[in-house]
């Protein structure tokens, strides 16, 4: 069989790379696709865009495939799945309507109100003056997140009013984040750890994936911006079982419940970002697809077959699957372009692509492309190094290792991914 990802990121590589893995997989194709999709053994890109949803499902019925696997939000919030299912065409991921979840933080903070699961205080502004003033109620430090999809960028942490005033005055005029901005969800700041927490759900069950975390700050020790991701790691030490249990029993199902209520049951990747505080777990944020970085270190880890898991959940054997992970523990580090997640220059041309790494470690591409024969960037976060170890330090020592072999000017990384599981005494603030 023929199966199709959607996406040109590095959860798509990983998505793209462990398909082809399959037995029952002839041949994986990518729409659009990255340099490291089109060398990728078993995979072929197709230079079809996320948000052209007619050409998709042209292609998907050209090339007879059957089984579609989204990867990004905006095409899963724009109806594609709902398109799919109304060709014939099975295709893994939530409807337009469950995809609110993520593309539109309000109306998450409202279901979650409404269905009693535990996060954030907050409020919804559309002024900078009741933005203030909510900011204020609250005391600061707050977190302004763009009610919209913003690539994974939309959340600013602000210390005092002046930062305020700028930041919802850049966000409300479309400056910042277009028409993700109109609307602004103010956030209690919240202390604590923060894990992802990621399940395969079939409409009414869960079936959840290997624990992971991630590092959304962009410099060493969680300081600087936030990103869409600086690394990640599976599984996390911090999700004990007894926490597994509390994260499925008030966040995971009491959403699949209340979609379920509100007419839309969730089909498709369900990642709940958690912030684990003194008082509990709260959920950050709600995305309907699988996470990135996260995927890179959970794929790595996952000995079952990817497709054939996927088919088992759309086919309504959920009960039926079991996964095998690989004991070790896996540690991706994303290297990224001079400048992000600000401005940054596309075009570098990146050296030490052709160093064959071991089994243990995968170099999945994100934002690349190629130029002729060369591999060069294309994006904010080009490179994302994995690897395998016995422990956090040691998978952290190999992806280390593999990340200092290769380069492309300006770029940089963070050589501290996993230090809340190598040093556990930190407690980090609201990511």
Known sequence: MKVLIIGSGGREHALAWKAACSDKVSEVLVAPGNAGTALEPGVRNATVDVDDLDSLI??????????????????????????FSRAGLKCFGPSA???????????AKDFMGRHGIPTAGHAVVDSVEEGLRQARAMGYPVVLKADGLAAGKGVVIVDDEAAAKQTLADMLSGAAFGAAGSRVVIEEFLVGEEVSFIVLADGGKALPLASSQDHKRRDEGDLGPNTGGMGAYSPAPVVTAELYRQLLAEVIEPALAGMRADGCPFTGFLYAGVMLTPGGPRVLEF?????????????????????????????????????????RTALGIVMAAGGYPEDYVKGKPISGLDIAPPETVKVFHAGTRMDGEQVVT??????????????????????????????????FYRADIGHRAISPARTDGHD
């Open 58 to 83: 042209s292609l998907a019925r050209a090339e007879q495939i059957e089984l579609t696997i989204v990867g990004p939000e905006a095409p899963l919030a724009a109806g594609l799945v709902d398109r």
């Open 97 to 107: 309507q469950a995809s609110r979840l993520e593309s539109s933080k309000a109306f």
């Open 287 to 327: 995305n309907v697809r699988f996470g990135d970085p996260e995927t890179q270190p959970i794929l790595m880890r996952l000995q079952s077959d990817l497709v054939e898991t996927l088919l088992a959940v759309l086919d309504g054997r959920i009960d039926q699957i079991t996964l095998e992970w690989d004991e």
């Open 378 to 411: 294309n994006g904010g976060r080009v490179l994302c190094v994995t690897a395998l170890g016995d422990s956090v330090a040691q998978a952290q020592a190999h992806a280390l290792e593999w990340t200092a072999r290769i380069g492309f000017e300006d770029g």
